[in-house]
């Protein structure tokens, strides 16, 4: 398995506050990922980076913002966290053949 | 934007039947991959297939670029398999972008 972890792995905050979640890689993998799952719905990218600096839009990009300076950190800020950001966040890596699923941030905005 | 359609949402089954969870998707794709996500949250990667047959142990995946549509297959299921099931697709290079469909929750009754 890819050792991928998330930090927090469960938060609380009120709306208006900023947020930083982390997602650190051991794996050495170039594609990093934010997802956010909610009922109803399937996993949506957030945003993605195909490398160091290099990072992307995903479908649901707006109110966050990502930054990867190192290979093996992808951060996911919310700005201003809203009520319709309480989601689960689902960080990923992947190499060329399958990716793989850090075990998810539970994020409440109150 | 490609339109990801899993079926059924739910199926509940008595164990060693055989499971067939459905995949459709409106855009040509890439690749396919099928995941498990346990009861606890975790995601785990089970294939990644672009054309003919995969099988893994008790798991075979199938897909038909011509009709788009892929299933994935369980024989002789027994209640550790009760998971939920998600299908996504790729369009980019590698693994760049995925479109999730919403999940096949899957329980096995002994």
């Known amino acids: 398995d890819a050792g991928i972890t998330q930090s927090p792995r469960h938060k609380v905050t009120e709306t208006g506050t900023p947020v930083t979640l982390r997602c650190h890689q051991t794996e050495n993998h170039r594609y990093m990922y934010w997802y956010r799952q909610d009922p109803g719905h399937g996993l949506r990218l957030i945003h993605y980076?195909?490398?160091?600096?290099?990072?992307d839009k995903g479908e649901v990009s707006d109110g966050y913002s990502v930054s990867r300076s190192k290979t093996e950190d992808f951060l996911l800020t919310l700005e201003s966290a809203t009520s319709s950001q309480t989601s689960v966040y689902f960080c990923?890596?992947?190499?060329?053949?399958?990716?793989?699923f850090g075990p998810g941030t539970r994020l409440t905005v109150l | 934007k490609n339109e990801v359609e899993q079926s059924p949402q739910n199926l509940t089954a008595q164990e060693g039947e055989f499971i067939t969870i459905n995949c459709s998707y409106s855009?040509?794709?890439?690749?396919l991959h099928w995941l498990q996500q346990h009861p606890g949250g975790g995601i785990v990667s089970l294939f990644m297939?672009?054309?003919g047959k995969k099988k893994h142990g008790r798991l075979i995946a199938t897909i038909n670029i011509q009709e788009k549509h892929s299933s994935l297959h369980i024989t002789a299921s027994h209640p550790r398999d009760s998971a939920v099931y998600i299908c996504a697709v790729g369009e980019g290079f590698g693994n760049e972008k995925l479109t999730f469909g919403t999940g096949t929750r899957l329980t096995i009754i002994p």
């Open positions: 980076s195909y490398g160091v600096k290099d990072t």
């Open positions: 297939l672009s054309s």
């Open positions: 990923a890596t992947a190499d060329y053949n399958e990716q793989f």
């Open positions: 855009v040509g794709i890439s690749a």
